[in-house]
């Protein structure tokens, strides 16, 4: 059997090719992998995308990652305090959305839902391994600003970074649901998907994380620019 | 004294301000991302849907049970154009044999008269 060996020859958008040619050992070289796509624009949904990709177009990939890489990173980062762990996570979910694109079942479930709650475990299983070998949240990494800041931003990064600290004190769930409910904005049923619960646990969880960080940043509300009352 | 809680609106700030200070996926994190799809789409590629014959090889158990039935299959075979000599000995027996069952015997019968007369 001849060894083939990809090579990359475009990757347009918009209806350009967008393959890959596989050489053999003949040097013959045939089109393979990738189909002719046609344009994507953004009211494209999700499940269509996933489709696409499971077909063989890699633009329908790219354009999911554009979509959602952000939000993944960051429920990531607000949930790890750790820029890097937090880029390997939303890889990691993105992967497995890749995996799953043959079989999904389109309509059965939010392609954003399901991330989320891949993200979230993935999360999780982080979390407990650190346990184990110790390491608190806020020994991993001083939570920063992942946005640069310019002089008129100086008030909203510390208010950022007062809030990932008291984040990282709240109990687990409760962290979760506060950042998906307050940072993320999802609603509390989706929220309830993501995490598994019914829509009362997650507003009882959002209140209780609610009433926890207040608490906790009551100290420093000079510092972050409560003093006349919010 | 103890410091005032924060109130709704406040709270609703920082959440404000942790919201626009969200991570951006970079160019790097896209790219990699781009990569592990194209792969994934390799690997599909290379991963062939199984041939019929090997479907039916799978049902069957494999190559120990094709080799089985095969094996099944000539003796089958070999005995029903040759078979040896001792088995057809059995087999004629079996076939031209027949077998009485005497449900009442004559002696017996003769009694049961007797009886019924008296």
Same mark, same amino acid.
């Given at each position: 059997m001849a060894m083939a060996s990809a090579t990359r020859i475009d990757r347009g958008l918009?209806? $350009? *090719? $967008?393959g890959w040619n596989r050489r053999d050992n003949e040097g013959k070289t045939d089109q393979v992998m990738f189909r002719q796509v046609a344009p994507l624009s953004d009211t494209v949904p999700d499940d269509v995308l996933l489709a696409r990709y499971a077909e063989g177009d890699a633009s329908a990939a790219s354009e999911l990652s554009k979509r959602h890489g952000s939000r993944l990173i960051g429920l990531a980062w607000r949930m790890l305090g750790d820029r890097a762990e937090a880029e390997d996570i939303a890889q990691e979910a993105m992967l497995r959305l890749w995996r799953m694109a043959p079989d999904w079942q389109a309509g059965q479930a939010q392609v954003s839902t399901w991330l989320y709650q891949v993200a979230r475990n993935l999360c999780t299983d982080r979390l407990r391994r650190r346990r184990r070998a110790q390491v608190g949240l806020q020994d991993v990494a001083e939570p920063v600003d992942p946005a640069p800041s310019v002089p008129d931003q100086m008030q909203n990064a510390a208010r950022n970074a007062a809030l990932q600290q008291a984040l990282a004190d709240l109990p687990e769930r409760q962290r979760e649901a506060v950042i998906l409910r307050?940072?993320?904005? *999802?609603s509390n049923p989706e929220i309830g998907a993501v995490m598994d619960i019914s829509v009362e646990a997650v507003e009882s969880l959002t209140a209780r994380g609610k009433r926890s960080l207040a608490q906790a940043l009551a100290g420093r509300r000079a510092e972050l620019g409560f003093e006349d009352g919010g | 004294m103890a410091d005032k809680k924060l109130t709704g609106l406040e709270l609703d700030a920082l959440f404000e301000a942790a919201s626009q200070s969200r991570p951006v996926a970079d160019e790097a994190w896209l790219g990699r991302v781009a990569q592990d799809a194209e792969s994934e789409i390799r690997r599909r590629a290379g991963r062939r849907p199984p041939s019929f014959w090997q479907q039916i090889s799978g049902v069957l158990g494999g190559w120990q049970g094709l080799g089985g039935m095969a094996v099944a299959c000539g003796a089958g075979l070999w005995i029903g154009i040759a078979p040896p000599a001792s088995l057809s000995d059995q087999v004629a027996v079996v076939l031209n044999t027949s077998s009485t069952v005497e449900i009442l015997s004559e002696t017996a019968f003769d009694y049961a008269m007797v009886l019924d007369g008296g």
């Open positions: 918009g209806g $350009d *090719l $967008d307050h940072i993320e904005g *999802l | -």
